[in-house]
């Protein structure tokens, strides 16, 4: 019996032992600089998001957030570098709804979005549109719906890339109104607008941010944002769900905070609380506000789940869209 008790009790010691300098290098988090890994170029709407909201959330930290820029792959190489990294709370990954595409897109990924990352907070979402030219005959969304439907085929809606939100967002509007229309993709946003503006294409489905300034030109116009409220930048225009009747339908681009799976759970719950904190101040709200993101936290449990369901949800578009894994 002594025995047993001496064997425990140093196991208990061991175990303690062993958790103190985990304790001890959570509680001095950060003591050095954090990386911002973020899968997209500089200056687009993801990178700006990254670099608002990692100053704030240095300062509070009183570390400086370097954001370092990884595009290429569709996240992919972003996404491997974080996934791969010392799991210490130094290195982060801007996530979005594109790490849950790629689930459903590539044949092989060097990580697995639900595993191989520890959730922190949502961060922010912004609207995504239908436009048409300034001079298109359709007032709203279910007009161009009833012509599609009257010529199936007809009607050729452009979007960027195969595989990103916009293009998929495109077909998952062709499934849920049960209409053929010609998805076109276009190698970026200013090829799909010289393509609208010049009638090659009837519509298309865009970020809104950088379509503003085209429907502020009256050069196109918004039948529709495809989240689940109106936009504050055009409350007139209504949603798809509204316009069209698709009960449901909702779709918006989201970034969020990861970090490597298996970083300490008191060095995530650390992020979550502070990232909450900047996300909840005015001014960092109206300067997401101002690109056009709708500053929102979250519980890493609650990113857990969105990732799941986003996962779900494109892989299930990719599917039925027949859409060729890459």
């Known amino acids: ?69 990884r595009p290429g792959a569709g996240g992919v190489v972003a996404g491997d570098a974080v996934a791969k990294a010392a799991p210490d709370g130094y290195t982060l990954l801007l996530m979005s709804n ?4 790629s689930e459903g897109l590539f044949k092989r990924l060097p990580f697995d979005a639900r595993k191989d990352f520890a959730p922190i907070s949502l961060l922010g979402r912004f609207d995504l549109a239908l436009v048409v030219p300034g001079s298109s005959k359709f007032k709203n969304l279910q007009e161009l719906l009833d012509a599609a439907r009257q010529q199936p085929g007809k009607l050729n809606l452009g979007t960027v890339n195969v595989g990103s939100t916009q293009h998929l967002s495109a077909e998952l509007l062709k499934l849920s109104a049960q209409v053929d229309l010609q998805v076109v993709p276009f190698n970026g946003t200013p090829a ?20 503003m300034p085209q429907i502020q030109a009256q050069g196109v116009r918004a039948l529709a944002v495809l989240g689940d409220g109106r936009s504050p930048l055009l409350p007139q225009v209504p949603t798809a769900a509204e316009s069209a009747g698709l009960k449901g339908f909702e779709v918006s681009s989201w970034n969020a905070l990861a970090a490597p799976a298996k970083t300490p759970p008191d060095i995530v719950a650390r992020l979550a609380s502070e990232a909450r904190q900047v996300l909840e101040s005015a001014a960092l709200k109206k300067q997401l506000a101002d690109l056009n993101v709708q500053a929102r936290a979250s519980s ?19 599917a039925r869209a027949k859409i060729p894994r890459q």
């Open 192 to 211: 799909v607008l010289t393509a609208l503006r010049g009638g090659q294409i009837d519509a298309a489905i865009e970020i809104l941010s950088p379509l």
């Open 98 to 101: 594109g790490t849950a595409v």
């Open 1 to 69: 019996m002594e025995r047993r008790q001496f064997l425990a009790g140093a196991g208990a010691t061991l175990a303690a032992l062993g958790a103190a300098p985990m304790r001890a290098r959570a509680a001095a988090y950060p003591d050095k600089p954090i990386r911002l890994v973020v899968p997209f170029g500089a200056g687009g709407v993801a990178d700006l998001t990254a670099r608002a909201v990692g100053q704030a959330l240095g300062q509070r930290l009183g570390q400086s957030v370097v954001v370092d820029n």
């Open 300 to 318: 890493p449990e609650q990113l857990a789940a969105l990732l799941d369901s986003e996962i779900k949800r494109w892989s299930d578009v990719i």
